[in-house]
């Protein structure tokens, strides 16, 4: 189902990935962020599930700076071998990666992150770091409680084993305390790495429960990002607008075709205001000149009689 392929970093480093397709158009697009033990065969699992159930799933190999096409299994030698990589993670270029695989994604539509461990923190860092996000699902990141006062920039979904030796129930409550808007659900008979069902800490029950709730979230998480997208369609039919867009630009354009002739005749008749104000001025000027000679003529034919 699935392929591997290649995506490209901002500072231009190069990175593989795993994507996986569904047979039908997408209901969405999901980010797929690895354990500790990279873009193993469980990871391209939880992808080619999320295909199954309609999702464009990419998982971006973040442990590519380190070591090229590094995966491995959870026998004992290969945890500990795995757990060597942790020291030597640059997290702000596991982010940078991170946001390849997004961007990638985002070009074809809105995009969700679900990460397991290592990668559920980063998909909690991702929704406090990276806008327009449908949702962010982070199952067991014991470093949230580190960026737990970083508010999320879109809906969060959290998964937690009540057994789980790394991550103690008072940071959970800690994360319930201070991001309440956040879903948040703790598994009774569950440790760590409770959904990898390549584990012996693997918990059938809590991750069916776990699995069914998250792609409830992803599913209301992508129709609430198409319905306000299609917000401004609602308002009115679709032949309403494009009439309403029609008659729009066709007054538009009377306005702007009559400003100019508005603005030529306001000119003409200030000017020919200006000029019968100018006539009428100069007549009466004329009028009271003509009288005053009329009036000096008179006095000097009076004053000859009187000779």
């Not at 991750?207 to 792609?215: M, Q, V």
């Not at 998480?221 to 401004?232: H, K, L, Q, R």
């Amino acid at each position: 189902m699935g392929r591997k392929l290649k995506l490209k970093a901002a500072d231009g480093f190069e990175l593989g990935a795993y994507r996986a397709d569904p047979a039908g158009t997408p209901r969405g697009r999901v980010v797929v962020i690895q354990e500790i033990f990279g873009v193993n065969n469980h990871i391209r699992s939880v992808c080619d599930r999320l295909a199954q159930a309609g999702y464009v799933a990419l998982a971006p190999q973040v442990f590519d700076r380190v070591e090229r096409d590094f995966e491995c299994g959870y026998s004992d030698a290969e945890v500990a071998h795995a757990r060597t990589f942790i020291p030597k993670l640059d997290w702000a270029k596991v982010m940078e990666d991170t946001d390849a695989a997004i961007d990638a994604l985002k070009r074809e539509g809105s995009v969700a992150v679900i990460g397991f461990c290592l990668g559920g923190s980063v998909s909690y860092l991702a929704a406090t770091k990276v806008g327009g996000l449908a949702g962010a699902v982070c199952y067991y990141g014991g470093q949230i409680i580190q960026h737990i006062d970083k508010k999320p920039r879109c809906p969060v979904q959290m998964h937690f084993g009540a057994n789980d030796t790394h991550i103690p129930m008072s940071d959970i409550e800690i994360m319930r305390q201070k991001q309440p808007q956040a879903d948040i659900y703790v598994y009774q008979h569950a440790g760590h790495g409770f959904h990898c069902d390549e584990r012996g800490s693997y918990d059938q029950p809590s991750s069916r429960i776990a699995w069914e709730r998250t792609l409830g979230f992803l599913s209301r998480g992508f129709d609430s990002t198409a319905e306000e997208m299609d917000e401004p369609l609602k308002r009115a039919p679709s032949g309403q607008i494009a009439k309403q867009s029609a008659a729009g630009r066709a007054k538009k354009a009377a306005r702007a075709n009559s400003k100019p002739k508005s603005k030529k005749k306001s000119r003409a008749k200030t000017k020919k205001k200006a000029v019968k104000k100018a006539a009428k001025k100069s007549k009466k000027k004329a009028k009271k000149k003509a009288a005053k000679k009329s009036k000096k003529a008179a006095k000097k034919k009076k004053s000859k009689k009187r000779r």
